[in-house]
């Protein structure tokens, strides 16, 4: 039965947000908030009373701002750590959650954010050292961006899943895809 399919649902702006079932695609369709925009092949969803074609791929009609809602969510200090697997985003070092503090990338001093974009796990003496500097002056590169952790992984399971589904590729950006179509 199709319900077990997996449906790549995309913003309005037909950035990929992630993976959903059937059901919840259909719902979705259904209740005016998205559109179908891929079918999947010939499959059909059938009822008593309907016959409904299986969407693979459906994009939302109203854009949603993803950043901003997980910037509110996920800037409290066990996230930002747990994010960052506890290890400092300068030196490696991994640390209990007394070793290691918060760090605002962009000091707050010089208009950075309080984002989940904008903050790292930091030891006590790469805070200390990098100050009230940018981590270009303070030549102290980020070990990876904090912001690529996080949209990284579901960009990654997204990819896995797009390995049987091949007309999710295009809106993955995958390297054997065909041009984007909007
Ligand atoms: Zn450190």
């Known amino acids: 039965m199709a319900l077990t399919r997996k449906v790549l649902l995309l913003n309005a702006s037909y950035e990929a ?20 925009i891929e079918l999947d092949g010939d499959r059909v969803l059938r009822s008593q009373h309907f016959v409904f074609p ?15 809602r997980q910037g509110r969510s996920s800037t409290k200090r066990s996230r ?17 959650p007394f070793e290691l503090t918060v760090d605002h990338i962009i000091p707050r001093s010089r208009g950075g954010r309080t984002a989940a974009e904008n903050l790292c796990a930091a030891c006590f003496g790469c805070n200390q050292r990098k100050g009230d500097r940018t981590p270009e002056e303070a030549r102290m590169p980020l070990m990876s961006n904090p912001a690529a952790l996080t949209y990284g992984m579901d960009r990654a399971v997204m990819r896995h899943a797009a390995e049987s589904r091949h007309e999710w590729r295009k809106y993955l950006f995958m390297s054997d895809a065909e041009p984007a179509v909007a």
């Open 17 to 36: 947000l992630g993976i959903i079932n059937v059901p919840r695609a259909v719902r979705l369709v259904w209740k005016g908030s998205a559109q179908t």
């Open 54 to 68: 299986a969407p693979s791929v459906i994009r939302l009609i109203e854009y949603i701002d993803v950043r901003g």
């Open 80 to 96: 930002i750590l747990a994010r960052d697997r506890h290890r400092c985003q300068y030196c490696g070092m991994r640390g209990g």
